[in-house]
């Protein structure tokens, strides 16, 4: 240091009262204190404010906007004052999107196509880390899909982020914008809404309620700890740009887990004296995804990154996360499931 003091990082995360945005805000502002964060959410259903800790609402280096993607102006403004943009903003749930797709359409596409275009004339911003998702594979057509598998979208919004996935890569093959996008495969971890499968599972179970499965739960996922993406956003955030401006990244565990595996380490693991079945069958959701399971050996030899939290091990972590804070999720409950049609004219909750 010569005496100038140097100028304060401004990380802009979109979506960051959400599930993986409020970890990667937390995991970030542990590592970097010394930035200052802006988080822009629309606070839909799926935000809760509760799940940013307090000591990071109460810093001066933190900023709150409620506010929308789709809203041009203000996506403009926000970005033109960062250095960093992390984008997670998106409708995500498959059912919700089988239900109505347009929303899915409207956030996704369009709502990334703002602050893609607002990156592109931000002098300032020096890295846009897109958040796509392992859903634009569907159906894998190897036992591991690397990112040169086939996008075979099979629900509304996996179609969706198709369309904001590949919109980035022509953004930056138009206008250089210093992107890198992150395909995670299925999350896991505490604070995440009780509509996903995990932690409705769990909830039902501290509930003495049955669990509900697809089908016959053979159907297969990927499952990735909410840490380990956030610690592989940090490294393609600041690794250099040669390495990864451009580049598309997998991010996964390299195990498919099936569905009634994790249904029965629910029962195994949370005791329950409810005389109710256990597990009930349902119909499979319309689109349903067979197998699932990321390589992830391109991140691994660019940037030193693998999975480092075992599946079980996060399971028990978010298990007593859960029994620990029912007042985050009881307000949630009815969330859990929606009706759906499965087949003339017949309704399903699932």
Partial sequence: MTGMALKQ????ITGAAGFVGSRVLECFFNKYPEYRYVVLDAMTYAGDLRSIPDYIQKSPNFRFVKGDVRDKKLVDELVAQANYVIHLAAETHVTRSIVDGKVFFDT???????????????????????ISTSEVYGTAES??????????????????????DRLIYAYHASYGIPSVTIRPFNLFGTCQHPEKVIPRFVTSRILGEPLTLHGTGASERDYTHVDDVARAIDLALHAPAEKVVGEVFNVGNGKGVSIKYIA???VKMISSDSKKGSIV????RPGQVSRHAADFGKIQTVLGWKPTVKFEDGFANLIDWYKANP???????????????????????Q
């Fill in 327 to 349: 007042a985050w999720w009881q307000n949630k409950l009815d969330m859990r499931q929606v009706p759906i049609e499965i087949g003339k004219g017949k309704k399903e909750m």
């Fill in 108 to 130: 996704n596409v369009l709502g990334t196509e703002n602050v893609a275009s607002a990156v592109r004339r931000s002098p300032n911003v020096e890295r846009f880390i897109y």
């Fill in 281 to 284: 069958l349902t119909s499979d």
């Fill in 143 to 164: 036992e591991f899909m690397d990112e040169r598998h086939p996008l075979n979208p099979q629900s509304p919004y996996a179609a969706s982020k198709v369309g904001a």
């Fill in 264 to 266: 029965d380490l629910a």
């Fill in 9 to 12: 990082k401004t990380v802009l």
